[in-house]
T-cell receptor, first 119, second 110 residues
Framework: GAVVSQHPSWVICKSGTSVKIECRSLDFQATTMFWYRQFPKQSLMLMATSNEGSKATYEQGVEKDKFLINHASLTLSTLTVTSAHPEDSSFYIC???????????????FGDGTRLSIL | GQQVMQIPQYQHVQEGEDFTTYCNSSTTLSNIQWYKQRPGGHPVFLIQLVKSGEVKKQKRLTFQFGEAKKNSSLHITATQTTDVGTYFCASETSGSRLTFGEGTQLTVNP
């Protein structure tokens, strides 16, 4: 159980292109989804927290107009990197969690990630 | 914001040797989670520790949470080549947000 699907796994595109990444929880309803960015040999940096039906909460330093997040349903969140430039090249990973029966949040389950390369 | 420091950054061991990675925080943590990320892969949840002084085992892996809930460790006994990867600790803050440590990259020489 607790499978998170992320698509696409690889994207190579020209500078100035907008790229949409999808994150789906396949066998559970995700109360919350998270978007991370990971540069080579570095740790995961949280970009934003997304709750279904509400605006995403962005971490300090993350441009909300650059990284558009939509969480339209309990099983789908999307991240759109608008007008991508080479410095946006990175590994983008989503995760999802849900509220357990006792009210506590369950551990996060990660998608496979998307490797974005902007030429 | 809350930060979790993780050491060492890299660890190279011979197969069969033990391995330990440590996480430390200057503030009390509500819980600590451990993840493993294989090269080219995504983080996979290993375990969550919540109680002061808690010790949990998963086969050759032993996880500890300090009495003051400010530090944690992951110990692998008799490493195998399948243990290769980067091990991250992560602390949970408000809204279930996770702050990850820098990770320890483990390589195992056969």
């Amino acid at each position: 159980g607790a499978v998170v699907s992320q698509h696409p796994s690889w994207v190579i595109c020209k500078s100035g292109t907008s790229v949409k990444i999808e994150c789906r929880s396949l066998d559970f309803q995700a109360t919350t989804m998270f978007w991370y960015r990971q540069f080579p040999k570095q740790s995961l940096m949280l970009m934003a927290t997304s709750n279904e039906g509400s605006k995403a909460t962005y971490e300090q330093g993350v441009e909300k107009d650059k990284f558009l997040i939509n969480h339209a349903s309990l099983t789908l969140s999307t991240l759109t990197v608008t007008s991508a430039h080479p410095e946006d090249s990175s590994f983008y990973i989503c995760s999802a969690s849900w509220t357990g029966d006792l009210g506590g949040n369950q551990p996060q389950h990660f998608g496979d990630g998307t490797r974005l390369s902007i030429l | 914001g809350q930060q979790v420091m993780q050491i060492p950054q890299y660890q190279h061991v011979q197969e069969g040797e033990d391995f330990t990675t440590y996480c430390n925080s200057s503030t009390t943590l509500s819980n600590i989670q451990w993840y493993k990320q294989r090269p080219g892969g995504h983080p996979v949840f290993l375990i969550q520790l919540v109680k002061s002084g808690e010790v949990k085992k998963q086969k050759r892996l032993t996880f500890q949470f300090g009495e003051a809930k400010k530090n944690s460790s992951l110990h692998i006994t008799a490493t195998q080549t399948t243990d290769v990867g980067t091990y991250f600790c992560a602390s949970e803050t408000s809204g279930s947000r996770l702050t990850f440590g820098e990770g320890t990259q483990l390589t195992v020489n056969p």
